[in-house]
């Protein structure tokens, strides 16, 4: 750092054009304004690694959202998803619990949501609560979806739903007795509408 500081004050001291050696004030004025410069590259170089760091390091998506390609969650439907939404709770001993209250998220599968699903799960259905990152959604992906209310006993339903490839999302999460670590998580399912069921399409949202 010595040396930086002497290099700066030194390049600074030669810049006027005087034959006349450099009076005290000048040194003093060209080593401050080194110091300045040192002090201003301290305290900005880290704010723009730890910034660099945080883009990379978040599962943002990094494709711009169509919002023609979810368009179709408007169109009119008589299609039918039935569900329920569970987790198993080993710590407690007791086989399940229900995502009772928590919302369930309708989200049509386009090219922004599958990379986005991708990143956030990866290869698995499931997210552990301290994984889950804070990141807000496009407005207008988070618009184009449709959401529900998980029924006490997990289960919920969503209706009038027109043919087309889904994601579904939700959530559960809860603290141990006598533990500040949060159990539980995330965890999303996949349907596809074809317009011509019989019935309900069910599926499960429970991390498997």
């Not at 040194?27 to 880290?46: E, G, I, N, Y």
């Not at 386009?110 to 499931?126: E, N």
């Amino acid at each position: 750092m010595l040396d930086y500081l002497t290099a700066e004050a030194a390049s600074l001291a030669k810049r006027p054009a005087a034959t006349a050696p450099a009076k005290v004030g000048d040194l003093c004025s060209s080593w401050s304004v080194a110091l300045m410069r040192w002090l201003k590259f301290l305290v900005v170089a880290p704010l723009v690694i730890l910034s660099a760091c945080n883009a990379s390091r978040g599962p943002t998506s990094g494709l711009g959202f169509d919002p023609s390609q979810a368009s179709y969650i408007r169109a009119p439907g008589r299609g039918v998803i039935a569900g329920q939404a569970f987790l198993r709770d080993a710590s407690e001993k007791s086989n399940v619990r229900y995502a009772a209250g928590e919302t369930v998220r309708l989200i049509p599968a386009t090219t922004y949501a599958q990379d986005r699903i991708k990143k956030f799960y990866g290869s698995v259905k499931f997210l552990p609560a301290a994984s889950i990152p804070k990141v807000e959604p496009d407005a207008q992906y988070a618009a184009l979806t449709r959401t529900t209310t998980v029924e006490s006993d997990g289960r919920f339903t969503f209706e009038n739903v027109a043919p087309g490839r889904y994601y579904l999302t939700t959530r559960l999460i809860w603290k141990p007795k006598d533990s500040q670590t949060p159990e539980g998580g995330a965890m999303y399912g996949e349907v596809t509408l074809t317009g011509h069921e019989n019935g309900p399409v069910k599926v499960v949202l429970s991390g498997n």
